[in-house]
Nanobody, 113 residues
Framework: QVQFVESGGDLVQAGGSLRLSCKVS????????MDWYRQVPGQQRELVAR???????NYAESVKGRFTISRDNANNTVFLQMNSLKPEDTAIYYC???????WGQGTQVTVSS
């Protein structure tokens, strides 16, 4: 079964940067599209960024130009580099394999103003 270990979340001031990591096991990582989602308590999970097996990327409008998704197929890891962070980026961030329903425990990102 697919499993995730997300890390890198922290408390940071507005304008700062963080790099999230998600190590994936249980699947053929290089053959799958990977997503980063985020969720604020009481709200639906939002797709933030996606990277295909061909390294094609897509971003939510709210993070375009600030966030960068990347992947390391040799280490089954997907990253989310987050720059120019805003208080509204505060959320729990999750990675997911497109087409799978399994979620990891998430990593908390808190941006103070």
């Amino acid at each position: 079964q697919v499993q995730f270990v997300e890390s890198g979340g922290d408390l940071v001031q507005a304008g700062g940067s963080l790099r999230l990591s998600c190590k994936v096991s249980g699947i053929a990582f290089r053959l799958n599209t990977m997503d980063w989602y985020r969720q604020v308590p009481g709200q639906q999970r939002e797709l933030v960024a996606r990277i295909s097996k061909r390294f094609e990327t897509n971003y939510a409008e709210s993070v375009k130009g600030r966030f960068t998704i990347s992947r390391d197929n040799a280490n089954n890891t997907v990253f989310l580099q987050m720059n120019s962070l805003k208080p509204e980026d505060t959320a729990i961030y999750y990675c997911r394999v497109l087409g799978f329903i399994t979620w990891g425990q998430g990593t908390q990102v808190t941006v103070s103003s």
